[in-house]
């Protein structure tokens, strides 16, 4: 289902790039508040690309960020117990704390029945997927308005809605496997975080070395962004009295690297990359 889910986003996102085109006076106020959100749900580094360079001739920048919003929405939507912000530390400290006295299988029964009845104590059966894919549409809406092009997210639920509600289906499809049926272990969504050295045990390039490697001589090439979700398991070490956890890696996280902007002359072999740039103010 993870690769479902992220066939399912870069189908959007490339649907949704093919369709992109700048206006030629784009509104000040409407731009300033999509950058804002975006900068929120991107990241500062992601957000500034989007909104200093031109993307009419090239949109591949559109593509990484759209599928790097997309995917870091439906992980928390995957990742989340039961959808409310402020429950989920309490419920993951409580959680962690059972593992390091508990087997596993004691400890995924009491996660299955919280994030079960949480829910149904909070939402009472009510479907998720609409209202979640008008989020998506909003948040779409920002970074294309980020990007120079004129849409709402009235619009872009118009046009994406059933394909975007198909992604926020199978992203709560899967919430619910994880999180309900699944006891004896426990499986975690993977997204690489922005500026993590990149690291082939744990990630893949999406473009598999197909974009060259550009950039000052001994650069490291660092993440720029998650592009498809990874999935791995983790079991409690059995006899284990502190909670110690194997993991075990099922589908890395693909990844777009740092070295792109070089390569699509973004910034001059001489300039620091923008993580290096970010990290270092």
């Given amino acids: 289902m993870v690769r479902m889910l992220n066939l399912e986003i870069s189908e959007v996102a490339t649907q949704v790039t093919n369709s992109f085109h700048v206006v030629e006076a784009p509104e000040p106020d409407r731009a300033a508040l999509a950058f804002e959100r975006a900068r929120g749900a991107m990241g500062p580094v992601m957000a500034e690309l989007l909104e200093s360079i031109q993307h009419q001739d090239d949109p591949i920048l559109i593509d990484i960020a759209l599928k790097t919003d997309m995917v870091g929405f439906a992980a928390e939507i995957v990742s989340a117990w039961d959808f409310q912000h402020q429950s989920k530390p309490v419920f993951t ?70 394909h975007l509600e198909t992604i926020t289906r199978t992203a709560l499809e899967l919430q619910r496997i994880i999180g309900e049926e699944v006891i004896s272990c426990d499986y975690e969504m993977l ?26 001589p001994g650069m490291v090439p660092r993440v720029l962004s998650t592009a498809d979700l990874g999935l791995r398991r983790v079991e409690k070490v059995p006899g ?42």
């Fill in 191 to 216: 997204v690489v975080h922005f500026d993590e050295v990149f690291d082939a045990e744990q990630m893949e390039d999406i473009y598999g070395g197909e974009v060259p490697m550009a950039g000052p």
């Fill in 93 to 162: 400290g409580v959680y962690k704390q059972m593992l390091r006295s508990e087997p596993h299988p004691v400890a995924g029964q009491w996660r299955s029945y919280a994030q079960k009845y949480s829910k149904q104590r909070l939402y009472n059966g009510r479907d998720l997927a609409s209202g979640f894919s008008l989020q998506l549409a909003e948040r779409i809406a920002d970074l294309l308005t980020v990007a120079g092009a004129s849409t709402t997210t009235e619009a872009i639920h118009a046009t994406y809605g059933p």
């Fill in 240 to 281: 284990s009295s502190e909670g110690e956890v194997a993991a075990t890696m099922l589908l890395k996280p693909k990844v777009v690297l740092d070295t792109i902007v070089y390569e699509l002359g973004l910034v001059e072999d001489e300039e620091p990359s923008p993580s290096v740039e970010e990290t270092a103010t």
